[in-house]
């Protein structure tokens, strides 16, 4: 487990491998039951961490930052990490539909700076909030953290 401190959470990763990873395959003699597998000992990955904490991640995490902008209360979630600013620099704008949902896809949504509030309008559109009801976030500190499923955006945290 390691904690995010730009967002105060803990993550879980385990081997995490990019780009490329090149066990044996079940072809050259392998085996794809994960107690049998070939090659787990080798240190040939070039961004991995064990999860027993004893080798360091090597490289960054890449959260895809972008800036959306809001246009008639929607913006398309491209990028994971996103900084939200208002239509046409308004001090506070509604944020009703964030287009580009895929099941399991989680993104953290920030006002892109302390100028500008966004407010996160439970159930108007394809965000639920569930019991908090709208979130108005004022600061590019507070994040509210979402993953989507079924057709809507389901709020998992908010961090003022």
């Known amino acids: 487990m390691i904690m995010l401190p730009q967002y105060g959470i803990p993550f879980i990763l385990s081997k995490l491998a990019l780009p490329v990873h090149d066990h044996t395959s079940i072809w050259e003699g392998g085996d794809l039951d994960h107690g049998n597998l070939l090659g787990l000992t080798d240190d040939d990955h070039v961004r991995y961490f064990d999860k027993d904490g004893s080798k360091e991640l090597a490289g960054f995490l890449d959260f895809n930052l972008q800036s959306p902008v809001i246009s008639g209360g929607e913006i398309t979630a491209q990028g994971t990490d996103l900084y939200v600013d208002t239509e046409g620099g308004a001090g506070t704008d509604d944020l009703v539909n964030i287009n580009g949902g895929t099941t399991g896809k989680i993104i953290f949504v920030h006002a892109k700076d302390d100028g500008h509030t966004i407010v996160l309008k439970h159930n108007t559109g394809n965000i639920w909030n569930g019991a908090v009801g709208d979130i108005s976030l004022d600061t590019a500190k507070k994040i509210a953290t979402y993953i ?12 003022q």
């Open 148 to 159: 989507f499923v079924i057709n809507q955006w389901v709020l998992k945290s908010v961090q």
